[in-house]
């Protein structure tokens, strides 16, 4: 009795947790399909807010541009990431070693607000310097360019973290396996270590794009004249009031990154099973060849 009476609460305590979770997006995905402009008035079916959202060019450049800087940033930080998650999880000893760990990790736990502040006085300074030089044909104005670079370093530390963690887990025995067979550190890590880390790449990458799209402070301070991202749009029109078409928004946004990541987590599981089964019939074909010998 007291096993049947523990179960029934877990389960309901699990239903409460994902209510509180997923009812304020079921809710809202409700809520874009209201015919009403009030927001929380039911008035009736309607796709109308999809129709004027494609037809809003402020909201869709901004979501558009969100959606190349997140991209990119993404692309940079998981490069950036791996390489900085492998020197410190496999090169254990150099110098410098605990001051690199701590600036890498750094933009995880410094608040926004002094990342973007520390950032804008960084760009400006190499502004003033590029703009009287020689080199001037460097310069830049704050836009897309510095947005990425802001977001590349947050994104970076989280997905250093990630890809330390997982290499820490990882048995290291093939790897020291194909060295003894005289593979070079490079094959060793595009054939091994890489596919072996290829689920917390993915994490790492997923996770950058939804930072990068959330991210409102840190752009804020690095954005300039014509950039404004999607959350900076959202954040300008909050302020005069909820609109139907910011609904309609959160819904497209749920749902393509709903897609992606139900697609990213089936290409990685079949990437497992595949090599699972590689790794198990390779064992099968060498206890075979140790039987045959015997």
């Known amino acids: 009795m007291h096993k049947h009476t523990s179960s029934w609460f877990l389960r309901?305590?699990?239903f409460l947790g994902l209510a509180f979770l997923y009812?304020?997006?079921?809710?809202?995905i409700i809520y874009s399909f209201n015919n009403s402009r009030l927001v929380t008035v039911w008035g009736g079916f309607?796709?109308?807010?999809?129709?004027?959202?494609?037809?809003?060019e402020q909201i869709l450049d901004a979501a558009?541009?969100?959606v190349r800087i997140a991209l990119c940033s993404a692309a940079a930080a998981v490069i950036l990431g791996t390489l900085a998650g492998y020197a410190l999880s496999r090169i254990k000893r150099f110098r410098g070693n605990t001051l690199f760990a701590g600036m890498v990790s750094a933009p995880m736990v410094m608040p926004d607000i002094i990342t973007g502040l520390s950032m804008l006085l960084l760009i400006i300074?190499?502004?003033m310097m590029l703009q009287n030089s020689a080199f001037s044909f460097l310069y830049f104005e704050r836009g897309f360019f510095t947005i990425w670079l802001g977001h590349t370093?947050?994104?970076?530390?989280y997905v250093t973290v990630i890809i330390r963690s997982r290499l820490s887990e990882l048995n290291q025995s093939l790897e020291e396996a194909?060295?003894?067979?005289?593979?070079r550190p490079l094959k060793v890590f595009f054939l091994i270590t890489l596919p072996s880390i290829a689920p917390a790449i993915a994490s790492g990458f997923l996770l950058s794009i939804t930072l990068s799209l959330d991210d409102l402070v840190i752009t804020s301070f690095l954005s300039g004249p014509g950039s404004s991202t999607l959350p900076m749009i959202i954040f300008s029109k909050i302020k005069l009031g909820l609109d139907p078409q910011m609904n309609v928004l959160a819904t497209i946004i749920i749902a393509l990154?709903?897609?992606l990541v139900i697609g990213i987590n089936y290409f990685m599981m079949r990437q497992n099973t595949r090599r699972e089964r590689e790794m198990a019939e390779a064992y099968r074909q060498s206890q075979l060849l140790e039987a045959s010998k015997s």
Do not use: E, R
């Open 125 to 127: 300074q190499v502004q």
């Open 64 to 66: 558009w541009l969100s």
């Open 257 to 259: 990154v709903g897609t």
């Open 23 to 28: 009812m304020p997006l079921v809710i809202l």
């Open 153 to 157: 370093t947050l994104c970076m530390a």
């Open 12 to 14: 309901g305590m699990l």
């Open 46 to 56: 309607s796709t109308q807010w999809y129709g004027k959202l494609l037809q809003n």
């Open 178 to 183: 194909a060295k003894d067979l005289g593979a």
